[in-house]
């Protein structure tokens, strides 16, 4: 089957960094997503692995290990605006994404 | 440009009724996606469309349950003889092509209540 396992919640406070781990399980990975969703808000897209290694995006930067099966999203210099809800995806045959259940990330000041 | 759009933003029904809800992708996406996310859940893949067909429906959950998509634009989703555990958003999505699933743009959803 298909299936990712995020923490399901996450605090820390104003400056701090954050790391969301994601492990996957699935067959023809092409590679895992990031999208952030902000209460009753639509899911935005934040970056995407589709090699091993880590990728920059301002203050946001995630990695991917699929010797590991083993992502993670992290989220430095934190704001109260990133107090939202990150959802990793991995895409695998078939061209569609299946979802994480999702890190509710509280920033506190 | 226009973002995805969705409509009704809202919809309560009674029990047993059908409803149809419609997406509007950005234009010039290819791929559509239908997503059902519970309160508190992730996103529940429904369904996904690369131009007018469907290659992928087995998210759908039941049989009440369909999509169609026409000139490659417009998609509605249609659940006939709603029940309670029908009530979720109801999130579209579309993207560039379907073999780049990985960047999706999201419309605002439509919340489906069913009394």
């Not at chain 1, 993670?72 to 995806?89: G, N, T, V």
């Not at chain 2, 998210?59 to 417009?74: K, Y």
């Amino acid at each position: 089957g298909q299936s990712l396992e995020q923490p399901s919640e996450v605090t820390a406070v104003e400056g701090a960094i954050v790391q969301i781990n994601c492990t996957y399980q699935t067959s023809g990975f092409y590679g895992l997503s990031w999208y952030q969703q902000h209460d009753g808000g639509a899911p935005t897209f934040l970056s995407y692995n589709g090699l091993d290694g880590l990728e920059e995006t301002g203050r946001f930067s995630s990695f991917l290990s699929r010797s590991d099966s083993y992502g993670y999203l992290l989220l430095q210099e934190l704001q109260m605006k990133d107090s939202a809800s990150y959802f990793c995806a991995h895409t695998a045959a078939g061209n569609k994404l299946t979802f994480g259940g999702g890190t509710r990330v509280l920033v506190k000041p | 440009g226009a973002g995805v759009s969705q409509s009704p933003s809202n919809k309560v029904t009674e029990k047993g009724k059908d409803v149809e809800l419609r997406c509007d992708p950005i234009s010039g996406h290819t791929a559509l996606y239908w997503y059902r996310q519970r309160l508190g859940q992730g996103l529940e893949f429904l369904i996904y469309f690369q131009g007018n067909s469907a290659p992928d429906k087995s998210g759908l959950p039941s049989d009440r349950f369909s999509a169609e998509r026409t000139g490659e634009s417009v998609s509605t989703l249609t659940i006939q003889r709603t029940q309670q555990e029908d009530s979720a958003v109801y999130l579209c999505a579309s993207s560039l092509e379907a073999s780049a699933p990985y960047e999706q743009y999201f419309g605002p959803g439509t919340r489906l209540t069913v009394t």
